[in-house]
């Protein structure tokens, strides 16, 4: 079960590296998603467009890796899962919803999919060759 949770693992990283190549678009993607969320709210599934559904789909997958984000709080890694969330939920979600700029877009995308890919990678080398306790060794830092 603990290989599964760290292939999971490998696909947000995956995720975040197919993320990371298309920063460019981000900001339109994200302009267009909410011009369909609009159209989608009177429809039914099979009234959708290829468009909508592949929107749908995104989102399931982001929802997919924040529940795997979650399940991480209860791994020896969890100080790492934590920070993501909170860079990604309360930093950098509220900065990229509540402008209107693309340059600003594009960094909260980058930042938050080059966080997505160290985390990933810390995670999975942590987990099979480096063994590090984070949370002690902060612990050791703040005395």
């Known amino acids: ?19 990371m190549s298309n920063i460019s678009n981000s900001f339109t993607d994200y302009q267009n998603l909410k011009t369909l969320r609009e159209r989608m709210k009177s429809l039914t599934w099979k009234d959708y467009t290829e468009e909508m559904k592949s929107a749908v789909r995104k989102s399931f997958t982001a929802v997919f890796f924040v529940i795997w984000l979650v399940i991480g709080l209860f791994t020896f890694n969890w100080i790492l899962f934590l920070l993501d969330l909170v860079l990604t939920f309360v930093i950098l979600s509220p900065i ?17 999919a080059l966080s997505g890919v160290m985390l990933g990678f810390i995670v999975i080398l942590n987990k099979y060759h480096f063994k590090i306790d984070f949370y002690h060794l902060i612990l050791e830092y703040l005395k």
């Open 1 to 19: 079960m603990t290989h599964l949770f760290y292939i999971c693992g490998i696909f947000y990283l995956i995720r975040h590296f197919i993320k």
């Open 96 to 112: 990229s919803k509540a402008t209107s700029s693309k340059i600003i877009y594009n960094l909260c995308s980058f930042i938050g």
